[in-house]
């Protein structure tokens, strides 16, 4: 199963992004997070990946509509609203939109790129991980 | 051309005018020829409600180092200098385009 995850993570400001570039080009030593966004912000996490926006991508998922117009048709919306979301869920590279000609029409066929979506946003700091051995 | 993967990690983060940007940034270690980059890299930073404002920054050949803002296609070059300055140069243009990026938000929900 090809998962994507959202990552709170306080340590991920812009400035600890471009510090990281910079570091793996001079030590030359992989730093490779794919099928992962990470934040410092809940507010972006949510922002980014709106309930309406992991509506569409589990329809796509499930559903594998051959056309915009399918997907809309199934999510009873309007195409061009759906179009808007489907164009941020492919910026961000959980969907893809394959372009096939229908007769002599072009349409996009809208295609999910993972097969979950899950969001993490951190162990609490409940002390249970360390009691695990020899307690209840 | 053999290319090394050093670098692919996408990270969201807030502006100050209240915006979500998403930054996604790869690169490559390459054979270096003259005057080009020892690096192949794109790098993107775009609004999560409207993708198209975006600022791109890449090096296929056979343009170079290059960059392009929203959508325009065509792209501006730039000089190769070095790989510090080719990030100062897209953190400059992602200010001018989004506005500051917030380093620590306090956007109600943040855990600390």
Request: hydrophobic residues 40%.
């Amino acid at each position: 199963m090809k998962t994507f995850t959202f990552r709170y993570d306080p340590k991920a400001t812009p400035h600890a992004l471009f510090a990281r570039v910079a570091k793996a080009a001079k030590a030359r030593t992989a730093d490779v997070h794919k099928d992962e966004t990470s934040s410092n912000s809940i507010h972006a996490i949510l922002s980014a990946m709106t309930e309406v926006r992991l509506q569409v991508f589990y329809a796509i998922a499930d559903h594998h509509p051959v056309s915009m117009y399918q997907l809309a048709q199934h999510l009873k919306r309007d195409q061009a609203n759906v179009l808007r979301d489907v164009k941020a869920l492919e910026a961000m590279k959980l969907v893809k939109l394959v372009s096939e000609m229908d007769g002599d029409r072009e349409r996009l066929r809208p295609t999910a790129n993972y097969d979950r979506i899950v969001f993490d946003f951190g162990a609490a700091r409940t002390g249970r991980a360390k009691r695990t051995v020899g307690s209840n | 051309m053999k290319a090394t993967l050093l670098l692919d990690v996408q990270e969201l983060f807030v502006t100050e005018a209240g915006g979500t940007v998403e930054i996604h940034m790869d690169l490559y270690e390459v054979t270096k020829k003259k005057g080009q980059p020892e690096y192949r890299f794109s790098w993107i930073a775009f609004d999560t409600d409207n993708p198209m404002r975006r600022v791109l920054f890449d090096c296929h050949p056979p343009k170079g180092p290059h960059f392009h803002l929203d959508e325009d296609s065509e792209g501006q070059s730039f000089q190769w200098i070095s790989i510090d300055e080719a990030i100062r140069f897209f953190r400059e243009k992602v200010k001018e385009h989004f506005g500051e990026l917030v380093e620590v938000p306090d956007d109600g929900g943040q855990r600390t």
